[in-house]
């Protein structure tokens, strides 16, 4: 590893919950969920997500989450080779029970057209999230655990409070290895899936 990388080794035991929101959703069906069901779930605002037939649930991103997201993409998008496409927010259906919605993604250009409402592991080469204070714990384990499961190369977590840092996994059989912690103030130079290089300071606009 170059100045500036460190390995992270935090490892997290997570449950799939339904988190509190503001706003009181009464979802119909029950437990074990279906993506099938998720068809059905109202329009609230809320992210829903499967995890082996467990809901987890997200509000709405605030606006510094926004942001990042916004800026990432903006960087993927102007490195991405013509038959690849950086989205945001894309449907992932992996199995009838586990269902998931990253904040980013990196997908077959040629899926976007043919794949209907949702992408196949398949068509992805990289997932991200940005952590937030009621992601976390998915974000740094239960989502590491359920995109290697689903066979995708790459997955970034981006830590806003830490600079922000960003982490980078990278598949190693039916697992990630440990992630590469890339910090603000140093030039990441990765490879996957694509060659880009920048500062993880440019992921969060301070100024």
């Known amino acids: 590893m170059s100045e500036g990388e460190t390995p992270d080794t935090e490892w997290v035991t997570a449950m799939a919950t339904i988190e ?4 009181r959703t009464v979802l119909p069906g029950a437990p074990p969920y279906s993506v099938d069901d998720l068809l059905k779930f109202p329009d609230d605002g809320n992210r829903y997500e499967l995890f082996n037939g467990s809901l987890l649930v ?3 991103p605030l606006p510094p989450h ?7 993409q903006i960087i993927l998008h102007k490195a991405a080779p013509r038959h690849l496409r950086a989205m945001t927010t894309i449907n992932v259906r992996v199995s009838e029970q586990d269902f998931f919605i990253p904040d980013l993604a990196v997908v077959q250009r040629k899926a976007i057209h043919t794949t209907g409402p949702m992408f196949s592991p398949q068509d992805v080469l990289l997932v991200g999230e940005v952590v937030s204070p009621s992601t976390k714990l998915r974000d740094r384990a239960l989502k590491v655990e ?3 499961a689903a066979g995708i190369p790459t997955y970034w977590r981006i830590e806003l409070n830490e600079g922000p840092t ?4 990278t598949l190693d059989g039916d697992s990630y290895a440990s992630p590469i ?5 140093t030039v990441a130079h990765l490879t996957e899936p694509f060659p880009v290089s920048f500062d993880p300071a440019e992921l969060q606009d301070l100024d």
């Open 181 to 185: 912690a890339y910090k603000a103030g």
């Open 146 to 148: 359920a995109y290697a």
């Open 58 to 60: 997200s509000p709405a």
């Open 66 to 72: 926004q942001d990042t997201i916004f800026l990432t």
């Open 166 to 169: 960003l982490y980078v996994y």
């Open 20 to 23: 509190p929101t503001e706003q």
